[in-house]
């Protein structure tokens, strides 16, 4: 709707699925045909966020969890990790998603697209690092885009990639991720794994 209320031909769902992780600003220009007019970019953002909103408002937005997300968090926990988000939507977006899914109070730190820049900027998750008196050493990226390893590497923070998001298994490993995941269940093994090897 976005496309149409801009008057631009709308994108491929697979070029869309591309972009998912980005500022959104940023991925309006990517996705804005031509992608060299900001102005055209921040419209296109612009009218999505208005878009977004009425369907939010409206009901019309399900915003779905991957399958495990509760079970992983509990896992995480349970193991004495230490829980944050960096993610390119933004604050308000990210409260009513953990509020709807009673997954607000399980994090230490979130960061968003509002409070640094976007990926793969290193910000978002040198911010979390402070607010959870972390450092690179004791911290590990988990995501499923290109654009959280390249976050992560621009942290100097190991990344492990997950192979049931947006790009695929061999792109994170390419990007730099030190191993990409088939399921939740490998997750604490994994993250163990790496700590018990960085001590």
């Known amino acids: ?11 491929a769902p697979r070029d869309i699925r591309r972009v998912v992780g980005l500022p959104l600003a940023t991925a309006a220009l ?11 970019a921040d419209n296109l953002a612009d009218a999505y966020r208005d878009t977004f909103s009425d369907l939010r408002r409206n009901g019309q937005i399900d915003d779905p ?12 926990e349970a193991a ?16 009513m998603t ?6 607000k109070n399980r994090f230490v ?6 409070s640094a820049p976007g990926k793969p900027a290193p910000g978002m998750l ?7 008196g972390a450092d690179p050493g004791n911290t590990v990226m988990i995501g499923d885009t290109t654009f959280d390893v390249e976050m992560s590497n621009n942290a100097g923070v190991l990344a492990i990639g ?37 001590t």
């Open 162 to 198: 997950v192979a049931w998001g947006y790009h695929e298994a061999e792109e994170l490993t390419a990007a730099g991720a030190r191993r990409v995941i088939p399921g939740f269940e490998a997750l604490v093994p994994s993250l163990n794994e790496f700590m018990e090897a960085s």
């Open 30 to 40: 990517v996705l804005a045909p031509g992608g060299t007019d900001p102005g055209m």
């Open 126 to 132: 040198l911010n979390a690092m402070a607010d959870a």
């Open 98 to 103: 953990l509020d709807r899914h009673g997954l």
């Open 109 to 114: 730190t979130l960061q968003t697209a509002d």
């Open 65 to 76: 969890l991957f399958p495990g997300v509760h079970e992983a968090v509990d896992a995480l």
């Open 80 to 95: 004495g990790w230490l829980l944050g988000i960096a993610t390119g939507k933004g604050r308000r977006g990210l409260d």
């Open 1 to 11: 709707a976005a496309f149409l209320a801009c008057g631009l031909a709308l994108p």
